[in-house]
């Protein structure tokens, strides 16, 4: 596609659901992230995808987040039993390293996430 | 793991003058050191980028200064202009199990009065 493009772009939920936020990156690019963006505040690493590779799941909060790639398309990020503290924006990018032989980020318009 | 740290917080300048920005990073490994611009209510973009082959990179009113041996790297804008004002984050590739994730740090938030 022409950009990054992340769904649902607004998400309410209730303390204890389960939500799961969808990504699909630029096609062709290999390498895919998530960020976690609280309000008024940086932007958290959580996960990083590249090619064929394990992922860097170091950023992962705790075991309740888990994300998951399918080959070098779509991502999904799932936070199970959700508590208040997760409400964030939840931004995806992706990356094509070897073409321009550094990691210049896409980022989508993110997913915003509201935990009640 | 690659820890960025970034100062100040917030900046306020008036316009027309310069603002800085500086980063320091942990990973010795780390050779590519972007800075992105996120307007409010949008998402992050690139701005300007600089690799550890170098020690300066211009581009029109911004540049980018890098020191290895310290660790460090700053943003410097020149004759700032109102649509500058924006939270600027700057980041370090992280070469752990994987290569070129990218930590950012917390964010510089820039205010350029008229």
């Known amino acids: 596609g022409a950009g990054v493009s992340q769904s649902p772009s607004n998400k309410v939920t209730e303390k204890g659901k389960d939500v799961e936020l969808r990504c699909d990156p630029i096609s062709g690019h290999t390498a895919l992230y998530w960020y976690r963006q609280r309000l008024g505040q940086g932007l958290e690493f959580l996960i990083y995808f590249q090619g064929n590779s394990a992922p860097d799941k170091s950023g992962l909060p705790s075991d309740r987040f888990s994300a998951e790639r399918t080959g070098e398309s779509v991502s999904t990020l799932t936070i199970q039993r959700t508590q208040q503290e997760d409400s964030a924006v939840y931004l995806c990018?992706?990356?094509?390293?070897?073409?321009?032989?550094?990691?210049?980020?896409?980022f989508g318009a993110g997913s915003r996430l509201t935990v009640l | 793991g690659e820890n960025v740290e970034q100062h100040p917080s917030t900046l306020s300048v008036q316009e027309g003058d310069s603002a800085v920005i500086k980063c320091t990073y942990s990973d010795s490994a780390s050779n590519y050191f972007p800075w992105y611009k996120q307007e409010l209510g949008k998402r992050p973009q690139l701005i300007i980028d600089i690799r550890s082959n170098v020690g300066e990179k211009k581009d029109q009113r911004i540049a980018v200064t890098l020191n290895k041996t310290a660790k460090h790297f700053s943003l410097h804008i020149t004759e700032t202009q109102p649509e500058d004002s924006a939270v600027y984050f700057c980041?370090?590739?992280?070469?752990?199990?994987?290569?070129?994730?990218?930590?950012f740090g917390k964010g510089t938030k820039l205010s350029v009065k008229p």
């Open positions: 990018a992706s990356s094509d390293p070897h073409r321009s032989g550094a990691n210049v980020l896409t």
């Open positions: 980041a370090a590739n992280h070469y752990g199990g994987s290569q070129g994730n990218l930590i």
